[in-house]
């Protein structure tokens, strides 16, 4: 094959070439043309984001750090799709592009990682806690306020390197990463929702395109899962809602079963001392007016 059909746009993170394999796999095996070798490149594009590693992405300057130049490369037709953790990508996206698929879900949870092998709770009083997440820094200071938390940035293997050194005593990553990177076995515990709720979309890939590419959305399309589209788009209606940002601690999460999404969303203080938390039930369908609505409470 003389040019590839397809190019993906990603970053090159271990996990963002873990999405973008997946992403390909799929469309390899939804399209035999796009099997054979050569057909989908995969396209390595370094984001401000992974320049910046000594300072959080709060003080860099918030969300799209991860996303701006891939979306660059979009507009100008270097890549056709781009292939995004939806936690990292900013509520509104640029004129032409929309997000034309989401895959199938992962767990959407927090993993925790502890030195000594113990739990949140039982972590001693003064011990470290290292994170990049505004939002897990909250929630832990909700939850044990006699802890420390140090700004920790770095991917998966750095973050659990900096952990064996003993740069802390304990971090949190997202199990979903986890799982994909086959690193799920090391966690000491996962935390559930009501210990630690999720960012909004955490575990989600999503598949942006530029609105106008015919060929590139019929191809996506075929990717897209329903159900994961519906939760993500409650929760990202909570962050519309209340202009959330990287410097806002915001989560939220909804689940479907029998035929209801249920959602959970909470903003709180950086620094644990309050917050505010509220549910939301309504139909699949009308995922995206119940996460303003929750948003707006």
């Known amino acids: 094959m003389t040019s590839p059909l397809l190019k993906i746009g990603t970053r090159g993170s271990p996990l963002a070439l873990a999405q ?5 796999d799929r469309l390899a095996a939804a399209f035999p043309e796009l099997a054979a070798e050569g057909a989908v490149e995969i396209v390595v594009i370094k984001t401000t984001g992974d320049r910046i590693q000594d300072r959080t992405l709060m003080e860099a300057g918030g969300k799209g750090l991860f996303t701006k ?28 592009l929309h997000i034309s698929a989401l895959l199938p879900r992962e767990d959407p949870r927090d993993a925790w990682f502890c030195r000594h092998g113990c739990g949140l709770d039982e972590l001693p009083a003064g011990s470290v806690v290292g994170t990049a997440s505004l939002r897990r820094q909250a929630l832990i200071l909700m939850r044990r306020p006699d802890l420390k938390v140090l700004a920790f940035r770095g991917n998966v293997q750095t973050r659990l390197r900096k952990l064996g050194e003993g740069v802390v005593d304990a971090t949190l990553l ?16 996962v935390l559930e929702p009501h210990q630690m709720l999720p960012a909004v979309a955490q575990g989600a890939i999503g598949i942006e ?9 019929a191809y996506v399309a075929a990717l897209n899962c329903g159900e994961t589209a519906a939760r ?32 959970s969303a909470l903003v709180i203080r950086p620094d644990g001392t ?3 938390r509220t549910e939301r039930i309504g139909l699949p369908e009308e995922a995206a007016l119940l996460g303003a609505a929750a948003g707006r409470s």
């Open 174 to 189: 997202a199990l979903a990463g986890l799982r994909r990177l086959g690193l799920a076995d090391k966690l000491t515990a």
């Open 20 to 24: 973008a394999h997946e992403t390909r």
């Open 274 to 276: 309050e917050w505010y």
């Open 209 to 217: 395109t530029r609105m106008d590419d015919a060929r590139t959305n």
């Open 69 to 96: 130049e891939i979306e660059e490369a979009l507009l100008d037709g270097s890549v056709d799709l781009a292939v995004h953790s939806m936690k990292d990508v900013p509520t509104w996206l640029p004129q032409g």
């Open 232 to 263: 993500v788009a409650a929760e990202r209606a909570v962050l519309a809602a209340l202009d959330g940002s990287c410097r806002t601690p915001i989560a939220a999460l909804a689940t479907i079963a029998d035929g209801s999404l249920s959602l």
